[in-house]
């Protein structure tokens, strides 16, 4: 059975950092592209970052670039998404998420075929 749970959350001031972290099992990690979304209240889902299968290439929404950075160790079969000068509107519950659906860009939700549960970012002063 396919899991995927993230963690590494948490409340930060502006300008902070955090890491977040997202365990996977049940399926060969490194054969699949993986991405970072965050949905923020009331607002849809956004997607952030992917990083393709076996540490390829990565690709990052305009509004994290040069702040985020999408890393993954298919050792630990382990996603990572460093978060640095955060701002307050990064402020969302962050999900990773497989991309094992049907093949198509990646910011497409149907590009996945399973995701966290999710874990909390709140930037406030």
């Known amino acids: 059975e396919v899991h995927l749970v993230e963690s590494g959350g948490g409340v930060v001031q502006p300008g902070g950092s955090l890491k977040l972290s997202c365990v996977t099992s049940g399926f060969t990690f490194s054969r699949y592209d993986m991405s970072w979304f965050r949905q923020a209240p009331g607002k849809g889902p956004e997607w952030v970052s992917a990083?393709?299968?076996?540490?390829?290439?990565?690709y990052y929404a305009n509004s994290v670039k040069g702040r985020f950075t999408i890393d993954r160790d298919d050792a630990k079969d382990t996603l990572y998404l460093q978060m640095n000068t955060l701002k307050p509107e990064d402020t969302a519950r962050y999900y990773c998420?497989?991309?094992?659906?049907?093949?198509?860009?990646?910011?497409?939700?149907?590009?996945?075929?399973?995701w966290g549960q999710g874990t909390q970012v709140s930037v406030t002063s």
């Open positions: 990083i393709k299968e076996s540490n390829g290439p990565r």
């Open positions: 998420a497989r991309a094992g659906g049907t093949p198509g860009g990646f910011r497409e939700n149907t590009t996945y075929d399973y």
